[in-house]
DNA sequence: ACAAATTCGTTCGTATACAAACAAGTTAAG
DNA sequence: CTTAACTTGTTTGTATACGAACGAATTTGT
């Protein structure tokens, strides 16, 4: 085995690289209206769930380490999308909730989720559509 | 269809962004003694390929945009992996290959980039791995 | 009850990632 | 031949992404 027979367009991590990137770019260019970048929308989204979520706990929810998601919480309650209340019961904690501005931007967008994921997909028959979402959650 | 329906774990860009965060962790603990970034590798890898090659080229094959490629390449350069030669032909070109120590970390370290994508794939039987190969040079 | 371990959130430093605007050099169109 | 269009590389600004270290609060183990 010679460093030869190292081609870089068939490592499953570059290829990973360049799928994220050509998803990030979908995303960004349908969501160019909103302002919110992917991880933002994902948060949004989990909030929106959750109803009250605490920092951390929105993180492990939205695959972001406790760092990531300082920056993201603190765009989007500058933004005014999320208001936070300290925890009465653990006071390390602060919890997050939509504010109604943000629950009226994640309503206007949230369809065009789907779009993006539609796009992202198009590529693929029905039939790979699914083969691929299985094998993807297999080797996450 | 509600904001209730979207559910973030089944949308490919959630799946491929923490697929590439494992990817990343894996390589990451591999490459520990080397030093080495992901896309460092990728860089130093293309280069041993092209054996010259200019750096903007170096980011079309490698997926970096050219603000990227900058920052890989000053941080390659700072550590003597690779060395600069301005171009006569064409004197905004910037042409990069590798010193005799970046090809010996190389030589060294590509084993390690074989046992990566084999980590990485691991969840996988072989005939799956076959397939996800497949579909996802598709989706890129 | 109390020390140890853990969790929560913050801060700092480094490394992608990319949009946008730019200067300098090269190529293409007329 | 000359201007327009394009390419190359740089810089600035914003946004993940994460290791590491930290203080404060809570839970666990004994």
Same mark, same amino acid.
Request: glycine share 8%; proline share 4%; aromatic share 8%.
């Given at each position: ?35 919110? !970048?992917? !991880? ?101």
């Amino acid at each position: 085995m010679s460093a030869g027979d190292y081609r870089l367009d068939e490592q499953i991590g570059f290829l990973l690289r360049r799928a994220q990137q050509r998803a990030t770019a979908i995303f960004t260019a349908r969501f160019a209206g909103y302002g919110l !970048t992917p !991880t933002q929308f994902a948060a949004l989204a989990k909030i929106a769930d959750e109803g009250e979520v605490s920092q951390n706990r929105l993180g492990r929810l939205t695959a972001m380490d406790p760092a990531t998601m300082k920056g993201v919480t603190d765009r989007l309650s500058e933004r005014g999308l999320i208001a936070a209340r300290a925890d009465q019961e653990d006071r390390r904690r602060t919890q997050w909730r939509l504010t109604d501005p943000g629950a009226a931007l994640l309503a206007a967008a949230y369809g065009d989720g789907f779009a993006v994921t539609a796009e992202i997909l198009d590529p693929l028959s029905p039939r790979e559509r699914a083969t691929f979402l299985r094998l993807l959650e297999k080797i996450t």
